[in-house]
Structure formats: C-alpha cells, structure tokens
C-alpha cells in the first residue's frame, strides 16, 4: 500500500473515532478505592456510554471484560501494566483504546463481527494459561486497529485465518517467546517489532508469518530465535518486507506455497542456518539485501515455479551474498525432465537484471548482478577483475552448473595497511563533472557541484548519505551557490540568486530552505556549529570584513568583530568562534589569530604576525598553516595549556588543515614531481596526536586537496580522473589491533512488580561480547544467553550481576537492589 493511501486512512480513522465523543462523555473509575465509581471493570463498562474514560485503579481483576460500547477509553489508572492486572479483554465494539494494563491472557477481537479502530497499547501479556491456547492480542474481523508499544511474554499477535485482516498497524512491541501472526489479511504495517524466541530447529515457531496476506508492509522489526525469522506462505503476494533484522534462526526468510509477486529488499539476514529459502514460488523481486554468514546456505531455492502455470522469474540483484555456500538450487534434484519454457527444465530464477545506471550495494555507479563474497575472502567478487572501473566484475560468475550471474558485483575498494591502521579510500562521485570543498559532518558529506553548470553560471550544493549510500541535490535554481558547511541536518552556503553574497540555510529534516541573511551587501565563508551560523560580512563597506552570527533559536543577529580587514579563515566550534585577520587588506603574511567566547563574551587573541592557510578548531585545540619558517608548516595551539606545537618540520608546503579528536590533516606538497612547480602530486597527510605518528593517506601521483575530517573519515577533492572527484578514507584498525576487552551493561523491560515477576533482560555491552553469565541474586546464577528472561517467584529486593566476556578479556556489572519484587 502506497504512503499516500496510508495517510488518507489514518486521518478517517481520526474522524471516525471523532463520532465516538459526545460533549456528555465522562469519566468512570473503577476499583477498590474510594473513589471508585464501580468495583469491577465490567460494571463500570455496562454502565458508560460511547466516548467515556474509565479509569482502572491498581489491583488484580480476576475478570473476562466484555467491551460491548463503542468509543471507550479503558486505561489503567497509573498508566504502570505491573500494578493493573486483568485476565481477558473481549472487544466486540469499534473505536476501543486499552492501555496501561498487565493483561494475563489475552486481548480478543470479535470472530462474530467486524471490529474496527481499536487500539491496544502500552499493555504486558504475561502468558498465563499459554498451554491451553494463544494468549496476546488475537481475533478476526480486525480494520483499522493499532497494536503497538505492547510487551508479550510468551503470547502472540495472531489475527489468524477465517476473518479479514485490514488496514491493521502492529507496531514497537517486544515479544519473548512468541510471534506476530496474520491470516487473510492486506494493506496491514507491521513495523519496529522485536521478536525473540528461544527454540531449536525442529521447532514449529515463527516471527512473522503471513497465511494468505497481500499488499502488507513489513518493516524495521529485529527477528531472532524462530525456526522461521518471516514466512510468507499460501498464496501471499504484493506484500513489501524491507528493511528488516533477521539473525540466529533456522531459516532468516522463507517464502512458501505459491507466494508470488513479493518484495524483498533491504533486509540483514546474517547468522542463520539458512538465509533465504524460497519454495514452490515464483515472480518475487529480491535486492538491496545483505545475506552474510549463514551456516549452511545463503540462498536455497526447491521446487521454484517448475512447470505451467506458474510463470514469473523470481529476480534476484544488488544483494551481498557472503556465505561459505551461497546457494543451493534443490529444483534440479526433483524436476530437471519437466520444461519450463526455458530450455533446460530449470528453475526460473535470474540472478541480475540488465546493466543501468544506478548507486550499488557497494556504491558503485552501476546496478547489475549481486556480490558473490565467501568468510574467508576468496568469494568470486573478492577476486574478481575490473579493468574498466565500472563496478562490475569482467567475467561472469557461474554460481551452480545452471544459475549464473552475468553482471557480478566487484569487491569494495582495496585496502592498504599503514602500522596498525588499514585505510579503505572510496570514491564519492562519479560524474564528469568538478565537485569542490567538501565538508563532512556525522555520515553526510556536502560539496559545491558543478554537474549543472550553464557557462560557469550555476554551481549547487550536493549531499551524499553514507547511511542511505544516496546523493542528493539540495539546491536547484540556476545560479551560484557554494563553500557549503554541514552539521547535523542543517546545511548553509553562499547563493547569489540576489545579485550579492547571501547565506542560504537548508534542513533535511523538514526539507526546507531558509535566506539567513538579507542586506544587499557580500556574505562569505559561512560555518555552522548546533544553533549557531557564523560568516564573514562586507556590509560595512569592501575591506573591512567583519564576522556575524546567526542563532537559529533565537532568530537574532549578531557582530561579533568590528574593521578586521581582510578575512582569511573562520571556524567555529561549540561556543568558540576562530577567525584570521590582516592587518593591512593585501598582507596575507601579517595576520593575527582571534578567538571569541559566546559563553563569556571574552575575545583573545592568540597568534600575532602569522600567515595564515586554513583554519580549524576542535576543542581546545586550534591548527593553521604558517609559513614562517619559509615554506608553510601546519601549527597547533592548545587554548587550554596556551602551548603552541609545530607539526610538521619538513621543507615543503603544508596547507589547509582541519582537525577532530586527536587526527590532524592536511594538504602536502612534499611529492611534488615536476621539479618545483606546485600542485602537480599534492597527497592528503595525517597527523595522530596521542601517538605522535604522521600517516600518508592517499599515494596517487594526482593532486588531493582540501581535506576535511571527522572521526574515522577523511574526505577531499581529487583531480586523478581528469576531474575533481569527491574521495574519501576510512581508518580502521587492523583485526588482531581492534578487539578490546567488553564493557557489561544491561537493563530490563522491568524492574518491579508482584510476584511472580517474569523479568526480560537486555544485555546493552560494548566490546562484541563472545558469553553472558547472569546471576540473578536468588540463587539461580547463570544463564549462558545475551537477553534473558527469568522469573522471580519470592517476594525480595534482588541483585543483579552480569559478566561478559570475549577473547580480548571480561567485565561484570552488578546492580544492587535492581529488581523489587512485591507479594501478590
């Protein structure tokens, strides 16, 4: 179902439930209290009218409810399920909220009559009776219905066959020892779940199933511990399963039993003993996955669409397949005597589509096949050639004697080792045209981009999303716009669609542009740091540039310096603004270097009589390049210790430096291999602070400039292609240097209530612990999983210990007093 069709039935939902409230809509209280209207909450049902509030005061209700009128609120009094306790819910009326309660069996929508605009939120099911049938949320004849936020313990959403499943959101609910479940049912959401089990893989178990479904949307849930993370069976089809977490099961995805037409993509299928095993079915599309690390197989097809009528190529390209065997085709074993139309009798499946134009898995600029990797790094995309740079592999991949890949992806770029760092470079952009002045911050990257350009007239502002592994374009009128400066979803630049030099702002969170500046005079050079723009401004007259700030909170402007003269670098960085100033306007060699502080308005200058290339700080620490020594060297000065350092001695020019954390990095002249002359093998060098070690990042005989960096990144603009490019440098350690010893952490779902108290724990460690080893405090000590789920049958204040450990070492934590568990 499309996002628009959603929306439009979220807002009649709205209305409808608008009908349901009368002016003479009250309030009802019931329990045992004095202020209770009515002792039970089934008195105080038969007693409302649509559109009331009854109020369930703490306590045990050992009831069957029966909710008969329409429009009710029935929530618990203190919004807390481990106070409010009721046995069964049976809603047989529209527009029904219930919130806030511990409900021991289940919630049930009518299997007589349609129910519709029901919600049930914020509840704990606490699987009581589970042996004798399905606790939870379950029924038929649901529309409309929200079931999110809800905690279900050993218990189920099951909306099973025999009724009709519509319009049905299932959102942000953790389930232990249970699944979500629909029958007949289409246009349902079921997003942002957490489902864990515990099982073996005999086991008939499920995360997610779906049993006639068409037109569902599933997404973003974290599936592990099923036999089957998601199963799609019985004529399901046009259903949607994306970006989903599916690990630690017998089987990641099956799609089963004549399910057709489906939509697979995005999801992490990791861990697993099968990835994805499709049978009997057919015309599913299959991309953008990652299927890495399972045990027997990533992929395993049987009996897949083998004889008329059931046509339809089930597509599969730009997935990551890296498994030790990354598919098995069973059809062949079964059905190779019976055509399909194919020529061979084998299983329509195809393994790439045509060759288009396209961002890869990778991030390579062509769509194709998949990547064919393998654990131990001799997977067929890991050795691949690729004379042409194109991302595809030059040959083909015959994965099995009859599926083959024509269109291979090729592996990611090649890594070179530097000590204990491996550096991974990247290349952003792949136009022919010049992309300038990147600026990083978090996982987007901002540049000026001249793709657009009509005769020198029209540079944008472009983003790329090392999340999404998407570009963007932020600006599009067809004048100048450039130096953009990024920080969190906020970007800023200088536009002059006005005639003169304004500042631009841009929000990718609202997707909208805001002018900052209005005078009709020149802005440049704008940075951004949280709330807060700051640029360099013309308008008191040309050669006498001043530095003013925007606060985005306060929509106020503020000059911050008067007659500096000529500007020659700005940066800001939490409430510090940095600026280099001339004393005379054509001097670029007497220059002096200012810091103001917002939070004390204080402005100090710290370096006198320098020549300033580039400027940046990061907190306390502030780097330029000053050619003092006669060629220009990158400096250091420490606002803390008012310590001056100089980085680099050697007798070349280093230029444009920027900082973050204890990384330093810069433009280097010192390759130059043309006898003298500049610019010819300009190389991007770093310098670690902490342990005093000066890195070469790029090593082409091309020219590299103006880096940028922010935390394991480096990016810069390349000329090696003919053109500039947008590159970048990922530093990691190497393996044998990254494993460090764990931290324990954990929390729980709860951590009071009566007794027995069934307690989920979550275990929140760093460090990729390897074992878990929990102590509960009441003398059952350990439990050899990473999220647990004990119970505590004595009422008592309990301890709780965690200890975690990997091959780098172990931690324990302990919390005293964690769990308070109360008598009945």
């Not at 313990?153 to 699944?179: H, K, P, R």
């Not at 308008?539 to 106020?556: A, E, F, K």
Request: aromatic residues 10%.
């Amino acid at each position: 179902m499309g996002i628009s069709r959603i929306i439009i039935l979220v807002a009649i939902a709205l209305i409808t439930s608008a009908a349901y409230m009368p002016a003479s809509a009250k309030e009802i209280i019931a329990g045992n209290g004095s202020e209770a209207n009515f002792s039970s909450v089934q008195e105080a049902i038969n007693n409302s009218s649509p559109g009331d509030v009854i109020l369930v005061l703490p306590g045990i209700y050992n009831e069957s409810v029966d909710v008969k009128v329409e429009g009710l609120s029935i929530l618990s009094e203190s919004g807390n399920p481990d106070d409010t306790v009721v046995t069964v819910f049976i809603v047989n009326a529209n527009n029904v909220t219930i919130s806030g309660f511990g409900i021991q069996k289940y919630v049930i929508t009518s299997i007589n009559q349609e129910v519709k605009y029901c919600v049930v939120k914020n509840n704990r099911f606490l699987g009581v009776g589970a042996d004798t049938g399905p606790t939870g949320i379950v029924g038929q004849h649901c529309f409309n219905c929200v079931f999110s936020d809800n905690v279900l313990f050993d218990s189920v959403i099951g909306l099973q066959a025999g009724g009709d499943i519509t319009n049905v959101t299932i959102e942000n609910n953790t389930i232990q020892g249970g699944y979500i479940g629909l029958g007949s049912s289409s246009e349902n959401r079921i997003i942002n779940n957490m489902i864990s089990n515990n099982i073996s893989d005999t086991d008939d178990s499920y995360g997610i199933t779906l049993f006639e479904g068409h037109s569902n949307y599933i997404a973003n849930n974290q599936i592990s511990g099923s036999k089957y993370g998601i199963l799609i069976s019985r004529l399901s089809g046009a259903n949607e399963i994306i970006n989903n977490t599916l690990t630690s099961n017998y089987v990641g995805l099956l799609v089963a039993d004549a399910a057709s037409g489906n939509n697979i993509t995005s999801n992490i299928i990791t861990n697993n003993s099968i990835g994805i095993w499709e049978e009997y079915t057919w015309n599913n599309l299959v991309t953008d996955n990652n299927v890495s690390l399972n045990k027997e197989y990533g992929v395993y097809l049987n009996q897949v669409s083998y004889e008329a009528p059931y046509t339809g190529t089930t597509l599969f390209y730009n997935n990551i397949f890296n498994n030790t065997v990354n598919l098995l085709n069973d059809t062949i074993n079964y059905y190779t005597a019976d055509a399909v139309n194919n020529g061979a009798g084998m299983t329509p499946v195809a393994w790439n589509t045509t060759k288009k134009s396209g961002t890869s898995i990778l991030g390579g600029s062509y769509l194709g096949g998949n990547f064919w990797a393998k654990p131990d790094g001799t997977g067929f995309s890991q050795v691949c050639i690729d004379s042409n740079g194109d991302g595809i592999c030059d040959l083909s991949h015959n994965i099995t004697e009859n599926d083959s890949d024509y269109l291979p992806l090729t592996a990611p770029p090649a890594q070179r080792v530097d000590g204990q760092l491996i550096l991974t470079e990247i290349r952003l952009t792949k136009n022919e045209s010049d992309q300038y002045i990147p600026a990083i911050n978090g996982n987007r990257i901002v540049w000026t981009d001249t793709r657009n350009d009509n005769e020198d007239e029209n540079y944008d502002i472009y983003i790329y999303d090392l999340s999404a592994l998407r570009e963007k374009q932020i600006t599009t009128n067809e004048l100048w716009q450039s130096s953009p400066s990024i920080y969190d979803n906020r970007i800023v630049w200088v536009d002059n669609r006005s005639g003169n030099w304004d500042i631009y702002m841009y929000d990718l969170s609202t997707s909208r542009e805001t002018q900052i500046t209005t005078n009709k005079s020149n802005q440049f050079n704008p940075v951004i740091y949280g709330d807060r723009i700051v640029w360099t401004d013309e308008r008191n007259g040309v050669g006498n540039t001043d530095i003013y700030m925007y606060d985005l909170l306060t929509s106020r402007e503020t000059q911050i310096t008067t007659s500096v003269l000529r500007d020659l670098g700005i940066a800001i960085y939490e409430d510090r603004i940095l600026w280099a100033v001339s004393r005379e306007y054509q001097d670029a060699g007497n220059t002096d270097i200012y810091v103001y502080n917002l939070s004390e308005s204080i402005e100090t200058q710290i370096a006198t009589n320098k020549s300033v290339y580039g400027l940046a700080i990061y907190g306390d620490r502030i780097v330029w390049a000053d050619d003092r020594n006669g060629n220009a060297d990158i400096y250091m000065y420490n606002l803390s210790t008012s310590k001056e350092t100089q980085i680099t001695t050697n007798g070349s020019e280093q230029i444009y430096p920027d900082i973050y954390g204890d990384r330093i990095v810069w433009e280097d002249w010192r390759n130059m291999n043309d006898g003298g002359r500049r610019n010819v093998n300009s190389d991007i060098y770093m310098y670690d602070i902490s342990t005093s070690r000066e890195i070469q990042i790029t090593t082409n005989e091309s020219i590299q400039q103006a880096p940028a960096i922010y935390g394991d990144r480096i990016i810069w603009m390349d000329w090696r292609n003919g053109h500039h490019d947008i590159y970048m440098s990922i530093i990691s350690l190497k393996e044998e240097s990254k494993l460090k010893s764990p931290v324990a952490d954990f929390s729980a779902n709860m951590t009071s209530g009566n007794a027995p108290l069934k307690v989920l724990f979550m275990d929140n460690s760093t460090g990729s612990p390897t074992s878990w080893f929990w102590d509960f405090g009441d003398g059952i000590n350990s439990k050899h999983v990473m999220n647990a789920t004990h119970t505590f049958t004595k009422p008592g204040v309990y301890d709780i210990t965690l200890t975690i450990t990997n091959t780098a070492g172990s931690d324990t934590m302990k919390k005293t007093g964690y769990i308070t568990v109360q008598s009945t």
